[in-house]
């Protein structure tokens, strides 16, 4: 009952002109954690002590954004609430699904490392690239200066 009480007190605040001009992007770097997490699946299966790595990855992500990011939290909460979020969450899934289907169907299944590697990084890039668009658009949306 108390978050439904919080909801309405928020909603009732006024905001100021200058307070969405003080948000500041998310750094591209950021994102990079979001690609390893991205390009799990192949990199543990490129590499059988991978998931170590990337259970790594995950509580530096963690740590980075509670600590360093700390500021810009209510942006990450934004951006994660965002069904442009989860479009691209369910869009990557159906991406990795669709191709590794595809690449069956035509004989060309990624068994090897190097297979797995490559869509690793294909995966990871396509991650940083679609997060990073993202938060441009809803800067745009939001009539705030466009990260470079």
Not at 28 to 45: I, K, M, N
Not at 113 to 140: E, I
Request: hydrophobic share 60%; with cysteine; glycine share 8%.
């Amino acid at each position: 009952m108390q978050i439904f009480t919080k909801a309405r007190k928020d909603a009732g605040r006024q905001v100021s002109a200058e307070e969405p001009a003080k948000v500041k992007p998310l750094p591209v770097w950021f994102f990079a954690f979001e690609g390893v997490l991205g390009a799990a699946y192949d990199l543990c299966h490129a590499w059988s002590g991978a998931w170590a790595v990337v259970l790594a990855f995950a509580a530096v992500n963690i740590v980075v954004g509670l600590t360093v990011l700390r500021r810009r939290i209510k942006l990450v909460r934004a951006l994660l609430k965002n069904s442009r979020t989860r479009l691209i969450a369910f869009g990557l899934i159906a991406f990795r699904m669709g191709a590794h289907l595809l690449l069956g169907a035509l004989g060309a299944q990624v068994a090897s490392a190097a297979g797995h590697l490559v869509f690793a990084a294909v995966m990871g890039g396509v991650t940083v690239a679609l997060l990073w668009f993202d938060q441009r658009v809803t800067f745009r949306a939001l009539g705030l200066p466009v990260p470079a």
